[in-house]
Every structure is written in C-alpha cells, then in structure tokens.
C-alpha cells in the first residue's frame, strides 16, 4: 500500500521562504512529484526527484532522501500569486500515481 | 503544447442516473487515468487504462466503469449516480516510454460533478 502524508496548510508572508514536507510509505518507488494546483485548475508539475539530493529550479527547489522516505519542496521570495495547493505524489513500479492530501500554501501580504 | 480536455467543467446530476465524463488527449499518450479529488483526501486513482480497449481498476473502483475505444479518448461511467459521488474528476495522460519514470502526468481542467 501507500501511505503519503504532508500537512494540510501553511501560511506564510509575500517575500518569505516556505517549507514544504512530504513523507512517504510505498511499496516500490520510481520518482516523487511536486505539482501545483491552484483552486478550481488543473495541477500542473513543478518537479520531480528520484536521487537524493536537491533539486533546484528558480524560486523553487525539491529534496529527496530515499532511505527517509522524506521530500519537502522549498519555495524562496513567495509571491502572492504562489498561494495554491501543492502536491505530493510518488509513482511506484509502474506509471501510477500515489498522491497526498497536499498543501494549501497562503500567502499573505 | 500537451492538452487535455474535459468535455464539462461543472455537471448536475440526479441520483440514479447514468453519467457519462469525456476526457480527450492530443498527445497521442498511450497512459490515461481518472481521478476524484476530495477535501482533505487528495487525489485518488479510479480507473486507468495503458491503451485501447484496455483498464484496469484503481484504488476506488466501485460504481464506476471505463471506455477506451480510441486512443485519444477515456470516459468514466457512473452506472447509478449517488450523492457520495458528488466530487472533482480530474482526466490525466502521459506516454509510455519504457523506463521513462520522470514524465509527469498531463492532466484535464477537472468536472465538477454534483449529484442530488
């Protein structure tokens, strides 16, 4: 089975850092996602890591530790137009999807 | 560009109907997945299928049912709505390349599905 958790909101203010964990239990393991989903959209991909190590793309980076079972996606100098749901999700032995509940990031002024 | 199109963005339905939810893909993508996105449950896998003619159940397949005739098309079938159906649907695709793990799935902008 999987197990997939990351907290279910966050609050941070326009130019600040936000952290994002996501811990994982699955059987196999192909890559984590991060996608972003703002309300009433489609999610749309942000990153993908499948070594450990840090992954980074702009104002937004992605962790992987395989042997913790543990991601966070960072996103640096936030904007307002960052405030969304953000998506965990790992794909196991095949092209499936396992996804979290995700993240509703609030970004205030 | 990749698209996926959902052929509604909102649909009110009355319980014990049978409803149909149309996705297409211009991507030519071998992969397509319906999912239900729910409030602090994410999204959870109900059918897929890896090319025509061809699904397999996901992790909540009950009262559903799929169609793969064409490539570039994969509906979801409600057989007998009920209010606890009543969701966001959201279509995905992604090709099939052999050991290509890092694609991302390329998914719809979602049907609001409301059963009373």
């Known amino acids: 089975g999987q197990n997939i958790d990351q907290p279910t909101e966050m609050t941070a203010t326009e130019g600040a850092i936000v952290q994002i964990n996501c811990t994982y239990q699955?059987?196999?393991?192909?890559?984590l996602f991060w996608y972003q989903q703002h309300a009433g959209e489609a999610p749309t991909f942000l990153s993908y890591?499948?070594?450990?190590g840090l992954e980074e793309k702009g104002r937004f980076s992605s962790f992987l530790s395989r042997s913790k079972g543990y991601s966070y996606l960072l996103l640096k100098e936030l904007q307002m137009k960052d405030s969304a749901s953000y998506l965990c999700a790992v794909r196991g032995g095949d092209y499936k999807l396992s996804f979290g509940a995700g993240t509703t990031v609030t970004v205030r002024a | 560009d990749v698209k996926v199109t959902q052929s509604s963005r909102y649909l009110v339905k009355r319980t014990g109907e049978k409803v149909f939810l149309e996705c297409v893909q211009d991507?030519?993508?071998?992969?397509m997945f319906w999912y239900r996105q729910d409030p602090g449950l994410g999204l959870r896998l109900i059918y897929f299928?890896?090319?025509?003619?061809?699904?397999e159940k996901g992790d909540i397949p009950e009262g559903y049912s799929v169609s793969r005739e064409k490539k570039e098309r994969f509906s979801l079938i409600l057989e007998s709505a009920s209010t606890n159906q009543t969701s966001m649907y959201l279509c995905a695709s992604i090709p099939l390349v052999q050991g290509a793990y890092n694609q991302p799935q390329h998914f719809g902008d979602g049907t609001r599905l409301s059963i009373l």
């Open positions: 299928s890896y090319d025509v003619k061809m699904k």
């Open positions: 699955t059987s196999g393991f192909n890559g």
């Open positions: 991507m030519d993508h071998e992969n």
């Open positions: 890591n499948v070594l450990d």
